[in-house]
């Protein structure tokens, strides 16, 4: 009987535990709903110049899946290919992590962020065959998910720090640079936004 009566009191115990824990999605995928217009046809040079930073310079389709390793902790996965203009096409493949800061200090289940990435980039010129690949490395970034339902919602702010390219031309030599701006000509520090929406996955 007192065996009995612990281990009831033991499950009594987890689930009032389980209870205060905030409830999370195992996983994510989602797109970046206005990559599809960066790169789009505009006689307008500034719009056409500021639209890709408002998707993380991320061009055509984009395909983002994620995990979240913990309460704390989240992993992405962002895949792109789209083109800046009819000349070019630039797959794209990111890698993220992200720290969930405040809830981590405070267990209240906030949702924003601080995180990191990789990014590769091959700025493929179709016309001469010349490959240029770009490795974005390291990077800051900030942002906050959110859930409404299924539906999966992010919003990022990512700052770039420097950046290592070489090309497939001949004679050429390779290079890394630190970068905080992919406009210099018009500011020396500027972080690129995103916005994802998709769908939550449980399993």
Sequence with gaps: MKKIFLSLLLVISISAYAQTEPSFNRGYIATNIFSPFAGMKTDNAALFALVPIFTNLEYGFSLVGGYNINRFSAAETRLT?????????????????????????LKNGNRWYIGTSFRYFDYYNVQTEVHRHNFVFPTLAIGYMRTIGRIFVNVRLTQSLGIASFSSMEHTSGSYVFNLSPLPEMTPILPMLSLDIGYTLDW
């Design 81 to 105: 290919l789209g083109r800046s203009n009819h000349y070019n096409l630039i797959p794209q493949i990111q890698l993220y992590y992200n720290f969930f800061v405040l809830d981590y200090f």
